[in-house]
Antibody, heavy 120, light 107 residues
């Protein structure tokens, strides 16, 4: 079965960077784009960006341009999301999610989420 | 980016009720609209894609409709497991924006 397993919770100081991993299994890694979505405490869902595991092309939400980087490792079927220059309002649960079919489609499988806390 | 507006923000209902949640886009996105259910501490779960297509394994009491800019999610007969927060999402263009969510609570 399809599984997306994310790395554990992180605590970071303002100005630091965080790198969250999302290891996939149960399907062909290169066949489905992966998105990153975050959710601040008590708030809604915010789209961050997308990565094509096949060619490693990426597209980021304008809000995160210059601060976010999404990469992949095909040997381990893992994608990574690194966010730099962390601020307190980056405290959130970060999710990876698989697109149903490539191109433009809904997100059918999600990771369990990774809580990133930014605090001095 | 396309803006998505959900209403109501909170909905109080009872088991057995029929409920409808609305989602409006500020430009046409048809039919690139999904609905998700989220419970506290859990990842969102896909319910509906392409505005009205039921995801595999989702109970048939959930249905989606709409086109262009206006969409609805209907739960025909609320079950105890349905009390959660619901989000719409457009995937017509980059931004992949979500609505702000509708908290469905027990009356």
């Amino acid at each position: 079965q399809v599984n997306l397993v994310q790395s554990g919770a992180e605590v970071k100081k303002p100005g630091a960077s965080v790198k969250v991993s999302c290891t996939t299994s149960g399907y062909t890694f290169s066949s489905h784009y992966l998105h990153w979505v975050r959710q601040a405490p008590g708030q809604g869902l915010e789209w961050m960006g997308i990565i094509n595991p096949s060619g490693s092309s990426t597209r980021y939400a304008q809000k995160f341009q210059g601060r976010v980087s999404m990469t992949r490792d095909t040997s381990t079927s893992t994608v990574y999301m690194e966010l730099s220059s962390l601020r307190s309002d980056d405290t959130a649960v970060y999710y990876c999610a698989r697109i149903r079919y490539n191109g433009y489609d809904a997100l059918d499988y999600w990771g369990q989420g990774t809580l990133v806390t930014v605090s001095s | 980016d396309i803006q998505m507006t959900q209403s109501p923000s909170t909905l109080s209902a009872s088991v057995g009720d029929r409920v409808t949640i609305h989602c409006r886009a500020n430009q046409s996105i048809s039919p690139s609209l999904a609905w998700y259910q989220q419970k506290p501490g859990k990842a969102p779960k896909l319910l509906i894609h392409k505005a009205s297509s039921l995801e595999s394994g989702v109970p048939s009491r959930f249905s989606g409709s709409g086109s262009g800019t206006d969409f609805t999610l209907t739960i025909s007969s609320l079950q105890p497991d349905d009390f959660a927060t619901y989000y719409c999402q457009q995937y017509d263009s980059y931004g992949f924006t979500f609505g702000q969510g509708t908290n469905l609570e027990i009356k």
